[in-house]
């Protein structure tokens, strides 16, 4: 498969325009025109591209991937060796960050839902990026914080009260806790995210709205994987998902 037909069907599936971001998305850095294996990764690390280098890749496809909003732009230390490593060995880089939070069946607030067991409502909040639904069954804060730890294989923080009554959620994957107050003004019990501040523990302590701090990679591990599978399938190229292993 050629390059520029991927990005075109990444970009059609993703629609990226539709997005004010942080990051440019769709191809970042250009390797070799023609593709015959991709991995897929939540971030463009460089443990991902000796990975990439070792499966002998074509290109790799990442949530996270270079070139943010108000970052150093010059290509010195570790983005100089990044993107060595990539150019080197003709590697492309193609990253989707919002618009693979957003998706409606790929992305990761979507899959999270798939995985956490939530009945998605509605979303709402800046770009839609904030979902909100119900647990299949309601249960205190402890118990469902216990069964969602052992869903994400990682243990889960519970800010608020271990007893509340848990029934309506909010969440968004990633480091969303800035969303706090939009999810509390919704009237759900509780919100999920994948990163915590200070101040969130006082929100919720004050509002009785309990906040779980799950992870910001294992909350978005598996819009990527969907997606993995999704060119697999419609393509039928060689693409791997590699989950590298992240405790924030």
């Given amino acids: 498969m ?47 591209i000796d990975v990439a280098v070792a499966h002998q890749a074509d290109a790799i496809l990442v949530h996270h991937g270079y070139f943010w909003k108000n970052e150093d732009s010059r290509i010195t230390g570790i983005k100089m060796k990044r993107i060595k490593s990539l150019l080197e060995n003709g590697i492309s880089l193609l990253a989707y960050h919002l618009p693979l939070d957003a998706h409606p069946v790929l992305g990761n607030n979507a899959q999270l839902a798939r995985v956490l067991a939530l009945e998605p409502i509605g979303q709402t909040g800046e ?35 271990p007893d ?8 968004c994957s990633g480091g969303a806790q800035g969303m706090f107050a939009d999810a509390i003004a919704l009237g759900v019990d509780a919100f999920v995210t994948g990163e915590v501040s200070e101040q969130n523990q006082h929100m919720a302590m004050e509002s009785d709205c309990v ?18 599978a999704k060119i697999r399938h419609d ?6 998902f590699i989950d590298l292993d992240n405790p924030i």
């Avoid at 990226?16 to 998305?25: L, M, Q, T």
């Avoid at 906040?211 to 990679?217: D, E, L, T």
């Avoid at 393509?235 to 791997?240: F, G, K, Q, R, S």
Wanted: proline fraction near 4%; glycine fraction near 6%.
């Fill in 2 to 48: 050629q390059l520029t037909d991927l990005v075109v069907y990444l970009d059609t599936l993703l629609e990226p325009w539709r997005f004010k971001d942080y990051a440019p998305n769709g191809l970042q850095i250009e390797g070799r025109a023609t593709l015959a294996r991709i991995v897929c990764g939540v971030s463009a690390s460089q443990a991902l």
């Fill in 127 to 161: 770009q839609d990026l904030l979902w909100y639904g119900r647990l299949a069954e309601p249960c205190s804060a402890e118990c469902w914080v216990n069964d969602l730890s052992q869903r994400l294989a990682r243990p889960a923080l519970l800010l608020g009260r």
């Fill in 164 to 171: 509340k009554q848990i029934d309506r959620v909010a969440w």
């Fill in 211 to 228: 906040f779980v701090a799950a992870g910001h990679h294992a909350t978005e591990r598996y819009g990527i994987e969907a997606l993995a």
């Fill in 235 to 240: 393509l039928c190229m060689d693409v791997e």
